[in-house]
């Protein structure tokens, strides 16, 4: 399974969170008082990125393109997103 990955995955997957708290929690394995309750899919994200299966990135707020779809958003950062995405109107 290593040499498939190896062959076909060469590096790890992407992921851009806009929470700098749980970009931290996900390669510090130190469980603190408030983290005592989170959720099985963190442990999950933690052995992905501890064998470099995943990286979690933080990207602002301010550039978190997904907005756009979740969001209703100020005409000017709407259209910005809009020209990011390469989307037009029409």
């Known amino acids: ?8 995955n060469q590096c790890a997957t992407l992921v851009y969170c806009d929470n700098i708290s749980a ?3 996900t390669s510090n394995p130190v469980q603190h008082q ?9 442990h999950f994200v ?3 990125v501890a064998i470099d ?3 979690v990135l933080h990207v602002p707020a301010s550039s ?7 969001k209703g958003l100020p005409t000017s950062v709407f259209t910005e997103f809009r020209s990011s ?3 037009q109107s029409g």
């Open 46 to 48: 933690r052995e992905r």
């Open 64 to 70: 978190q393109y997904a907005d756009i779809f979740t």
């Open 53 to 55: 299966d995943l990286r």
């Open 1 to 8: 399974m290593d040499l498939f990955r190896r062959l076909v």
């Open 34 to 42: 408030r983290t005592k309750h989170i959720e099985i899919d963190l």
């Open 85 to 87: 995405l390469n989307m």
């Open 23 to 25: 970009v931290y929690m």
